[in-house]
Nanobody
Framework: QVQVVESGGGLVQAGGSLRLSCAAS????????MGWYRQAPGKQRELVAR???????NYADSVKGRFTISRDNTKNTVYLQMNSLKPEDTAVYHC????????????WGQGTQVTVSS
């Protein structure tokens, strides 16, 4: 059994900051990839940021310079520091963790709501 649990969402004003956390636990032996995806109402789920166990990162163009992804391999935990938040960042943020580059093959968390008011 594998569990991926997010925390840290909430309501914030535009220009504010939030930090999301995600911990993976259970029978998961290779968590090379950990990432954050988001889905806004009426839109497809999109990659926000991803990080490998070696520390390589990639970001969506829309969040570059504002969001920072990091991870603690000893705790199988990934973080997303979100600064200078905009109303268009409003979405449910899902954590994805597993051995594969393709997110569909990895494990998903239930998601945490981030709402940015203008």
């Amino acid at each position: 059994q594998v569990q991926v649990v997010e925390s840290g969402g909430g309501l914030v004003q535009a220009g504010g900051s939030l930090r999301l956390s995600c911990a993976a636990s259970g029978s998961i032996f290779n968590i090379n990839y950990m990432g954050w995806y988001r889905q806004a109402p009426g839109k497809q789920r999109e990659l926000v940021a991803r990080i490998t166990s070696g520390g390589s990162t990639n970001y969506a163009d829309s969040v570059k310079g504002r969001f920072t992804i990091s991870r603690d391999n000893t705790k199988n935990t990934v973080y997303l520091q979100m600064n200078s938040l905009k109303p268009e960042d409003t979405a449910v943020y899902h954590c994805n963790a597993g051995p594969y580059l393709s997110s569909t093959l990895n494990y998903w968390g239930q998601g945490t709501q981030v709402t940015v008011s203008s």
